[in-house]
């Protein structure tokens, strides 16, 4: 089975440290502290990164509850959210049949979860910023969207530790992540909120994604059967 070293490990996903699924996206033993012997097999690489995944788009449905609530208390109702204005950060389509799920690449995989997770880390800080500045905003609500911005950038590195180990160095040409920028920029109070609540809104459909992805990914490297998302 493919190893990988604590360097490795530690340099993409920020720590090792030995903590339960909220924690860092892998762990090591404490004793291992020389960073020489410590190894961690592509297996849990992938059950973290799966783990992460389910973890943020477990947060994101909470989150826009949250957020429904939130809005509720303020009298604002049926905030109208243009389907596909913010909601997809380029063409990245889910596979419809068994056999389009056969004929994709676990390169094409890898890729498209770093697309999605790449695109969405700067929507996501913003949000966090924005809360804070809303009156009586949730704490959970605050809570949430700081962690889901702290997951989303640990998983985009396990996911470039996940790229070297399945496909070699070079093994992906990666391109500089979209500018959205120009994406998520309001002038007044109500466009703030509409933009705050279509990122989290539409977050939660690439969040979706994003843990399909991974599971499929998991499952071809590790079970090799009966992976399908059916």
């Not at 826009?64 to 997809?88: A, P, Q, R, W, Y």
Request: hydrophobic letters at 40%; charged letters at 20%.
């Amino acid at each position: 089975m493919k190893k990988t070293t604590v360097l490795q490990v530690c340099v993409a996903f920020v720590l090792c440290s030995l903590q339960p699924v909220t924690g860092s996206t892998v762990d090591c033993p404490d004793e291992d502290t020389a960073g020489t012997s410590c190894t961690i097999s592509l297996e849990k690489l992938l059950e973290r990164a799966v783990q992460h995944a389910e973890l943020i788009h477990h947060m994101s449905e909470e989150s826009k509850l949250l957020f429904d609530e939130m809005l509720n208390s303020f009298g604002v109702v049926n905030l109208h959210i243009s389907e596909g204005t913010m909601c997809s950060p380029k063409s990245v389509p889910v596979p419809m049949s068994k056999t389009e799920i056969q004929q994709i690449s676990d390169k094409w995989l890898l890729h498209s979860v770093l697309i999605l997770v790449q695109f969405w880390i700067n929507p996501l800080v913003d949000v966090q910023a924005s809360l804070m500045n809303y009156e009586n905003v949730p704490s959970a609500l605050l809570n949430r969207s700081k962690l889901m911005s702290s997951k989303i950038i640990s998983l985009e590195q396990g996911i470039l530790v996940l790229i070297r180990q399945i496909l070699g160095e070079g093994g992906l040409v990666l391109e500089g992540a979209e500018d959205t920028s120009d994406r998520f920029v309001s002038s007044d109070m109500l466009e703030t909120v509409r933009r705050d609540y279509s990122v989290i809104y539409c977050f939660r459909k690439d969040a979706h994604k994003i843990q399909t992805f991974l599971k499929l990914l998991k499952c071809r490297q590790i079970d090799k059967e009966n992976c399908s998302f059916f």
